[in-house]
């Protein structure tokens, strides 16, 4: 048989070298295959899919998304979680981060805000008709941050949605409509807009100035439709 000794007598009887090639070739080509699918996976490219393509089966793929961040970022401190949507061509995808990937985003300041360009890499999750990317890695996202375009408030329109802009002007009136979001009515000499702020951003910024009705202002924001 395999044994090198009698189990009986005690005699070193040897191996067959068939058996022994057996042994080393088999130990020899486990590793090789290994290093091989290393080697491939390294080299692969994640491929970039679009929200109108994702469906069912590609459930827990690992893919690519890019889009523009087309809603403020969400944190939540117990749970360590930061949750952000990102807009392309054909919808919208929500994305999220747990413990330490968001920890680590928050050191570096590395946070998506609303209009800047991103490129994600993660988990793909679909659930019966809803599908949201979970960010695996921090690395996995290349982040490029919004430059605001200073305008005056006539020329904000449909046209700029989610792009960053700059405005001047003076607040003329404030409303809560519920805790949480404040809403200062901005004009200048073509116009008004309204500025929100949002306590959803509170715990990743440096919080928003003191301002009244009355004061001169700047603005730099997001355009959003609502």
């Not at 300041?109 to 609303?114: E, L």
């Not at 890695?137 to 046209?159: F, R, W, Y």
């Not at 901005?186 to 715990?203: K, Q, V, W, Y």
């Amino acid at each position: 048989g395999p044994y090198a000794m009698c189990p009986y007598c005690g005699e070193v009887v040897g191996q067959r070298m068939v058996v022994r090639i057996f042994r080393v070739g088999s130990l020899v080509l486990a590793i090789g295959g290994v290093l091989v699918l290393l080697l491939v996976a390294s080299r692969a490219e994640v491929p970039t899919v679009e929200t109108g393509d994702m469906v069912g089966r590609m459930n827990w793929a690992y893919v690519r998304v890019e889009g523009v961040v087309s809603r403020q970022p969400s944190y939540d401190a117990a749970a360590k979680t930061l949750k952000f949507w990102v807009r392309d061509g054909a919808g919208e995808i929500l994305v999220t981060t747990y413990r330490s990937e968001t920890e680590d985003l928050l050191a570096e300041g590395r946070i998506p805000f609303m209009g800047d360009h991103v490129a994600l890499e993660g988990t793909l999750r679909i659930k019966e008709d809803f599908e949201y990317l979970v960010l695996n890695n921090p690395q996995g996202m290349e982040l490029v941050p919004a430059k605001p375009e200073e305008l005056a408030i006539a020329e904000v329109d449909m046209g700029r949605l989610y792009e960053v802009v700059t405005l001047h002007g003076v607040i003329r009136d404030e409303r809560r409509p519920y805790e949480g979001l404040r809403i200062l009515t901005l004009f200048d000499a073509t116009g008004g807009i309204d500025i929100t702020l949002s306590s959803d951003t509170l715990a990743l910024t440096e919080g928003f100035p003191e301002v009244s009705v009355g004061q001169s202002v700047q603005v730099t924001g997001t355009v959003e439709q609502y």
